[in-house]
């Protein structure tokens, strides 16, 4: 597998990472994740600003301009070759020695880099049939804003989750509903979209830029305000979001199933706008 390692594209066999990594160490760096449909690295731009936006809230002056990167992944996707995946890229304040927690002054290290690209198809059936939720409680720190490779909190929701029989943890704080372990979340209730408001709780999708743009287009009312677990238990519809699982129905929640139990009509909608939105990015090219 070809890795973009800082400005090189190296084979993965050739990357070295200093033990003293302080992402290795502290899990001190950013991450993100673009899908690639047909070659095009979907909403590549809103997607650079949320990493340039991440980098300065970690305080970590990212080597190149926004505009180098930008070539510097077009060329390292060309060369991989593959048309339909998941662009991968993460940054660490780089090593500083001797081992300190607090952050390293810029002139001194080096940023470290690495990109890879994994081929992926759409999850077609799942988007078809919807997937099961689970609620857990939303225990991570609170900068949920920041895109941190520091996953721990999210992982050990999703498991939680998964070990309880569902697909997905729907994470609860303070009895409000923020987000999925890896996804925006929705609601549907009297024909009306809500979703909680962006802030420090939740990870400002790219997904959900492009959601508000399609409800707006077609007409149906979004409310960005925090609802409660029970709300959501008698909602009409639900759904998550986010680049690889795209618009995903969640059909039932802790064995209680959202409306009829099946992707929701709105739910239904959203996805076919949001692949249409993909389409036409892709023809643009
Ligand atoms: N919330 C969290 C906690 C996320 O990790 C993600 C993305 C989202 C929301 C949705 O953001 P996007 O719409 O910008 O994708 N998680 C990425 C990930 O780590 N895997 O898939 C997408």
Excluded at 61 to 86: C, D, M, W, Y
Excluded at 189 to 205: A, F, N, Q, R, S
Excluded at 218 to 223: A, H, N, P, S, T
Aim: some cysteine; hydrophobic content about 35%; overall charge negative.
């Amino acid at each position: 597998m070809k890795i973009l390692w800082n400005n090189k594209i190296v084979d993965e066999s050739e990357v070295k990472i200093d033990t003293e990594d302080r992402g290795y160490q502290f899990g001190d760096g950013i991450y993100e994740v673009i899908r690639i449909y047909d070659g095009l690295l979907y909403m590549e731009e809103e997607h650079l600003e949320r990493f340039w936006r991440c980098a300065e809230k970690i305080r970590l002056t990212l080597p190149f301009t926004k505009e180098e990167f930008s070539q510097r992944l077009h060329q390292f996707a060309e060369e991989v070759g593959i048309k339909n995946g998941r662009l991968y890229f993460q940054v660490t304040h780089g090593t500083s020695k001797p081992r300190f927690h607090a952050f390293p002054e810029p002139q001194k290290v080096m940023p470290v880099l690495t990109a890879d690209i994994q081929e992926t198809s759409r999850p077609l059936e799942k988007l078809s049939k919807g997937i099961k939720g689970g609620f857990v409680p939303d225990k991570r720190w609170l900068h949920c804003d920041i895109k941190s490779i520091s996953l721990l909190g999210n992982i050990l929701a999703l498991n939680e989750a998964q070990e309880n029989g569902y697909d997905d943890a729907i994470l609860v704080r303070d009895g409000f509903v923020t987000e999925a372990s890896s996804s925006n979340l929705w609601m549907v209730k009297d024909g009306v979209i809500y979703t909680h408001p962006d802030g420090e709780l939740i990870l400002p999708g790219i997904t959900k830029i492009k959601v508000r743009e399609l409800a707006k287009d077609l007409g149906i009312e979004l409310v960005e305000e925090p609802f409660t677990k029970e709300r959501l238990a008698d909602a009409d519809e639900c759904f998550k979001t986010s680049s690889v699982a795209e618009v995903m129905p969640i059909i039932s929640i802790d064995g209680k199933n959202i409306g009829d139990g099946t992707p929701g009509t709105i739910t239904k909608q959203l996805q076919a706008a949001y692949i249409e939105a993909i389409e036409k990015s892709v023809k643009k090219m």
